[in-house]
């Protein structure tokens, strides 16, 4: 079996091209940025690839089915992964392309690229970035050395994407919980086509439709029989299927779902697949998302649970400020209504840089006043003044500092980088129980479902 040497990055980031935030270099490197050796060791059996937030993701993927083979070398590059908000400033796209160009002449002679990009990211004056990565790639490595790209599944695809990519695989379930077997499958798949064992042809479609909302989580309708369809396709000659649902705050004219379907040497299968997919996908264009109630309505019906709050909490998902689509984290409805809910214990996260930077140096147990809202993005928040007494002010990975202010039956917790709520230890590492509150807030759509099962009694989705 010929010997393999595949290297291997991570360039990540969903824009929300409604945000008038800059992702900048600074982002990558205050939540995941790792390098060289220290990227080969979190991709380890004993490391952790993605800190704060799961253990094995989709180049820890690669790295256990190179170790399965027992004939692969691999060859960490660089994982760069920012929280989702605006586009990337020039400058950041520009390094991160540039870097990507210098790690891959110094790897030297390769036999593939594994290559995880989440697939709606956006570039400040540059269209389809991700694919001008995979072009920067292709100068380096010529036409024929295959590369294997995984997607989020709320990825947009495009022409230049498909055609720069020998094989892309992307994830399965919302909320995702296969980065892992994501990247498993896409570099078995890299490992064959480098050996000359199969010849990939890969097919795709692209669809005029956007469905949001609550209508594409992987294991109720509409998306349950659409990805059974998918996995059904898969055999001997269809070596992998994929659906994307795309980012709907992403900015591109094309933007729409996709499927993709890939082959062995087979492009009429491929084809086919992809058509049968895309009808299967057009089929549910018309399902609304679910009804999302305001901050009053959504307070009602905390009030109404009271079994829920008894053995757990009600989490109220912020759908209006969703950190993990690129928003700015800082809108104050919510909180302002929750405010006036006084028989209601609750936790709640809101982003203020500037807040939290004035009151670093103040003393846990002091009370102060601050205005909260408005700074980052204040055409979709307004300013709200609080008075509360510090009770916790320290650093957090992935958050920077954090600051908890008491507010009586309710905790504010401040963070000075993104406010991404997606397990109780954000609240626990803050001195905070969960299980004592009646209502929990989150600022994201999907991933807070796993990590909260065991506390949430009931979930509302809140306008």
Known sequence: MKRLRIAYLRIAQETNALSRLDTTMDDFRSVHFFEGAQLGEACSKKGVEAPGFMKNAELSGLVAAAVNDGAVDTIPLFSAWAVPSGPLSLECFTSLRDRL?????????????????????????????????????????????????????HANLTRDRVALSTVLVSYRTNP????????????????????GEIKPVMAWRTLPMLLGGGNTIDVLAPMRGIFRAARRLEGKKVLSASVNMCHPWNDDPDLGWSTLVI????????????????????????QLPPHFPAPEEAIAAARQASIARRLGVVVMSDASDVVSAGSAGENTALLRALLAATDLRSLVPLRAPA????????????????????????????????????RHSARHTGFERVVVLDLGHLSLVLTEGPALVLKPSFYTQAGLSPWRSDVVVVKNFFPFRLFFLPLARKTIYVK
């Open 355 to 390: 807040v939290v930077a004035a009151l670093a140096d103040r003393a846990v147990g002091e009370t102060v006043t601050v205005t909260v809202g408005g700074a980052l993005d204040p055409a979709w928040s307004e300013p709200l003044e609080v008075t509360g007494v510090i």
């Open 263 to 286: 082959t062995d040497g087979d492009a009429e299968l491929a084809s086919s697949g992809a058509d049968a997919l895309a009808v299967r996908c057009w089929e549910v264009r018309e």
């Open 101 to 153: 160009v210098a790690d891959l002449r110094t790897a030297g002679p390769i036999d593939g690229l594994f290559f995880c990009l989440h697939g709606a990211m956006g570039a400040r004056g540059i269209r389809d970035p991700e694919s001008r990565l995979l072009e920067a790639a292709r100068e380096v490595l010529g036409p024929s050395t295959p590369i294997a790209v995984t997607h989020d599944l």
């Open 176 to 195: 995702h919980r296969d980065h892992f077997g994501t990247g498993r499958r896409a570099a078995s798949l890299l490992f064959r086509a480098a050996r």
